[in-house]
Structure formats: C-alpha cells, structure tokens
C-alpha cells in the first residue's frame, strides 16, 4: 500500500497538462455523457476528474475509476464517451505505476470486458458477443501494451542516463586521483633532490664555520663543497622538471631511458657524501647487471634518503656503510649506520622520506624494511625484484 498512497514528484509544468487534460475531458466527454442520462453524466465526471492524478498517483487513480465503473455496471448504465477515462488510467498506470500494479490493472481490464460483454451484449447473437469481445480486448490489451513499451522505453533511457552520470563521476573521480598521485610524486621528487644536497649544505655551512678562524683552507673546502652540491642539486632539478614536461606515452613506460640517476652513479653520490664529513664504506657483492630505468632510479632514491637521515640524525662521528647485493632474483640495498639514530625519538610528522621510499619500492614491486637495529644505530634495507624472464640470470 505504500507504493499506491505515495505520491511521484512531478513538475509544475506537468500538473498543469493533466489538470488542462482532465478539464478538457469532463467538459467534452462529461457533458455528452451527462445529456445522455444524468446518471451517466455524474458516473463519467467519477471517471475523469481524477485523471487529474494519472501520473503522481496513477494505482489510486486507476482503481477509483475502475470503481466508478463498477458502479456504472451495477446500475445498468450503457456504455458512455465518459469510458474514455478507463483507457487513459489504464495506460498510465501500465507507464508510471509499479510494475505488479500494472499486471493487475491489466487483469482488472480483462475482467472488464467480460462483465461488459455481458451485460451490453448478452442478448446478442453469439457471433457479435465474440466480435466485441475480441474488439474490446484488443483495445484494452493494446492500450495497456503502449504502456508497457513506454514503460520499458522511458527505463533503458533511465538507465543510459544513469551510466552517463556514473562514468562522468568515476572520470571525475580517476581525474582527481590522478592529480593526487601527481602531486605526490612531484613531492617525492622534490624531496629527494633537495633534501639530500641542502643536508650536505647545512653540513658544510657549519663545519666551515667552525673552522673559518682556526683553518681558512678547510673552510673554503667546505664552501666549495657547498657551490658544487648546490649546483648539482639545480642541475638535477631541472632534469625533474624536464620530466614534468615529456609527453604521456614518456611518462607511462617505466623502461623508456631517462635522464635520471641509477646504480652507477651511487659512487659518485657515496663521494659527494664523504666530502661533506660523513665516513661511508661502499660495497658491492654478487654480479652486478643492467637494470631497468625505474629499478636503477628507486635504488639510487632509497640510497639518497638513507644517506640524507644519517647526515641529519646519526650524529657526529658516525660510520655508514652502503651494500648492494645483487642476488639470483633481486636486489638487495642495505643502508646502516652506527650512529644515534635508534634514540632520537620519532617525529609526530614522518615527512616524505621514508614514505617516499616505501612508494618507490612498491612500484618496483618491491618492499623496504626501516628501523633502529639491536645494537645501535639505524638501518634501511630495501629488496627490488629484477622481474627477469626464467632464462635470463
């Protein structure tokens, strides 16, 4: 009963139309219902003023003109233009009404036209009982399949609509997301660039200036060390940004070469490193080999970081050590230091590093382990598969 007494919100425009409807209807059919016989006329303004209805609710409207019709049978009323209400409450409920009330509307009309076979032509030849018969099923079984085809028709729209909207949300969606990946890679980037050499600056700037008085020469070392790591770090920015600027296709194939770090140029970055103060020992076992663009760049990332938190947090006169191990099925990056990292205590922000590094290494398929080790000091090691074919070793 829920679904008969709730009504369908419908626009203004469209209440308009069938009050206009309804009106016109009771002053034509109405009224030649009413110079046929009163009775008839008051039974068909029963079957038309609540057409005003059809389409916000279509069961009541279809089961008070079917009970007026009722009445008309049961009073011996012959059949009147005002009947026309039947045929247009039956096709609105077959188009707006549920879909079970539908069905019973249908069988409700069929019913109906055995009774009015009865009663209007019950004196007629068998021959003409059949004809109207077939006649007035015809009529209302059509009018209730125009309906239904309506129904059915107004629904496959309803559901194109429907997918429209969801894909222009999941676009929308898939865009947004794509934004914040972007963002984060550019954060990540950003980083790795500058976090590593302005720790190297800040290493320099200060041991300079403590040794400015007591030994001019090493503090032009340092600010010498200082300009190069700076310009390398620019230098390196700009690659970064160049990225930013390649086409699509560039940006989706990991393997596509790039400007970027990777494996051979850990020497280099191990020197810029012991240059700035910080005691680094650089090992390499198993048999190294060629890494695809996006491995070599995550291991030279994951090296920069651990080195870049050894310089901020391990503390003066801590030794480093650097293993790459290059296994069967993967490689092994193991950034260490003895320093007093295990008791610093932790930030309440983790900031981009070691997220950063964990990023890379999914990426790569691959994990990184972070944290302090058992006797002291702090240890990174990060495990990349090759994803080689079973018969390249």
């Not at 950003?190 to 403590?210: E, K, T």
């Not at 005691?279 to 198993?286: C, H, L, S, W």
Request: hydrophobic residues 40%.
């Amino acid at each position: 009963m829920t679904g008969i007494l709730a009504a369908r919100p419908l626009p203004a425009r469209s209440q308009a139309f069938d009050l206009l409807l309804a009106g016109t209807l009771c002053m034509t059919a109405g009224f030649l219902s009413l110079a046929q016989v009163r009775l008839a006329g008051v039974l068909a303004f029963g079957m038309l003023v609540p057409l005003i209805w059809r389409r916000t609710r279509p069961e009541l409207t279809f089961f008070a003109v079917s009970s007026v019709a009722v009445l008309q049978w049961l009073s011996d009323t012959q059949l009147m233009a005002g009947n026309v209400g039947l045929l247009i409450a039956l096709y609105a409920i077959s188009v707006y009404g549920e879909v079970r009330y539908s069905r019973i509307a249908l069988g409700v009309g069929g019913l109906g036209v055995l009774m009015a076979t009865a009663r209007y032509y019950g004196n007629s030849d068998w021959r003409q009982q059949v004809t109207m018969m077939v006649a007035l099923g015809a009529l209302v079984f059509g009018v209730w399949a125009i309906g239904e085809r309506r129904r059915t028709r107004g629904l496959y729209v309803a559901q194109l609509e429907e997918r429209a909207a969801q894909l222009e949300r999941d676009r929308d969606r898939e865009s947004k997301l794509a934004v914040s990946n972007e963002r984060t890679r550019i954060a990540r980037e950003i980083h790795d660039v500058v976090a590593h050499g302005l720790s190297i600056m800040i290493v320099q700037a200060d041991g300079g200036l403590y040794a400015a008085d007591a030994s001019p020469e090493q503090a032009k070392k340092a600010l010498a060390t200082i300009g190069d790591t700076g310009r390398a770090s620019l230098t390196e920015m700009r690659k970064m940004l160049g990225l930013l600027k390649q086409d699509e296709q560039l940006e989706l194939d990991p393997d596509q070469p790039r400007p970027q770090p990777g494996v051979s140029s850990l020497p280099e970055l191990v020197e810029n490193v012991r240059q700035a103060g910080l005691a680094v020992d650089y090992e390499v076992t198993g048999r190294p080999r060629d890494l695809p663009a996006l491995l070599g760049l995550t291991a030279y990332r994951i090296v920069q970081e651990g080195l870049t938190n050894t310089l901020k947090h391990a503390g003066p006169g801590a030794r480093t050590s650097v293993r790459l191990d290059f296994g069967r099925e993967m490689l092994t990056v193991v950034v260490s230091d003895d320093g007093r990292g295990a008791g610093v205590a932790p930030s309440s922000d983790p900031g981009h590093g070691l997220v950063g590094m964990r990023q890379r290494a999914s990426i790569s398929g691959g994990t990184v382990s972070a944290g302090p080790k058992p006797g002291g000091g702090y240890e990174v090691i990060a495990r990349l598969p090759y994803h080689l074919t079973g018969g390249e070793q």
